[in-house]
């Protein structure tokens, strides 16, 4: 219940065209101790783009198991804990409970097929409990783990697609560095707009 007030009040501070936001809502926003536009990821920023350069460098095509593969190799790797119904984990642990709850029967039916499955099925929350499955932060403070895991998700996606068209534009004869720039930047900017 808790976490749905600071989504809600979360909505009511980012979402445009809303004109007031109550002073109850800001009161949720800071007990939960959210920034509504910050954006958070598994480890440092100059370690999160080294692993993304590494994982992006010997792949030309970046298919659903593979970036599901990256998530999970991301929590294994991140210095944060993880908390899963109350009890706290390294990331070691957390994605191996995450790996087997992928291939668990209750996912039969309607298996994990993309990588955003994998994040809103599994990494979401227990089934058992309703809990929401949090990352500890360096400060200390929780904050959901699909969150993070939608930046993970969306920064490979976008660092993928500015991978694969700086290689063709490098490979195309004849270009100025100055098209070239203008090339990649129009492509990125059309890509950032596309729904989610």
């Given at each position: 219940?808790?976490?749905?007030?600071?989504?809600?009040?979360?909505a009511?501070?980012?979402?445009?065209?809303?004109?007031?936001?109550?002073?109850?809502?800001?009161?949720?926003?800071?007990?939960?101790?959210?920034?509504?536009?910050e954006?958070?990821?598994?480890?440092?920023?100059?370690?999160?783009?080294?692993?993304?350069?590494?994982?992006?460098?010997?792949?030309?095509?970046?298919?659903?198991?593979?970036?599901?593969?990256?998530?999970?190799?991301?929590?294994?790797?991140?210095?944060?804990?993880f908390?899963?119904?109350?009890?706290?984990?390294?990331?070691?642990?957390?994605?191996?409970?995450?790996?087997?709850?992928?291939g668990?029967?209750?996912?039969?039916?309607?298996?994990?097929?993309?990588?955003?499955?994998?994040?809103?099925?599994?990494?979401?929350?227990s089934?058992?409990?309703?809990?929401?499955?949090?990352?500890?932060?360096?400060?200390?403070?929780?904050?959901?783990?699909?969150?993070?895991?939608?930046n993970?998700?969306?920064?490979?996606?976008?660092?993928?697609?500015?991978?694969?068209?700086?290689?063709?534009?490098?490979?195309?004869?004849?270009l100025?560095?100055?098209?070239?720039?203008?090339a990649?930047?129009?492509?990125?900017?059309?890509?950032?707009?596309r729904?989610?």
């Open positions: 219940m808790r976490r749905w007030l600071v989504l809600m009040a979360a009511a501070v980012v979402l445009p065209g809303c004109k007031t936001v109550s002073s109850s809502a800001v009161r949720i926003l800071q007990d939960a101790q959210i920034t509504p536009q954006v958070l990821f598994l480890d440092a920023a100059a370690a999160h783009t080294a692993r993304l350069e590494r994982f992006l460098s010997a792949r030309p095509q970046l298919p659903e198991p593979e970036k599901i593969r990256f998530l999970l190799e991301s929590i294994r790797t991140s210095p944060y804990r908390v899963r119904n109350g009890s706290d984990y390294k990331g070691e642990d957390c994605m191996r409970w995450l790996r087997w709850k992928m668990h029967r209750q996912y039969a039916r309607n298996p994990i097929r993309t990588a955003s499955d994998f994040v809103t099925r599994v990494a979401d929350r089934l058992a409990t309703g809990q929401f499955y949090q990352a500890v932060l360096a400060d200390g403070r929780h904050v959901p783990l699909e969150g993070i895991l939608q993970e998700l969306r920064a490979l996606e976008e660092s993928f697609l500015l991978h694969s068209l700086s290689s063709q534009i490098q490979l195309e004869p004849g100025k560095s100055a098209q070239a720039e203008d990649g930047r129009t492509a990125f900017s059309s890509a950032a707009q729904p989610r």
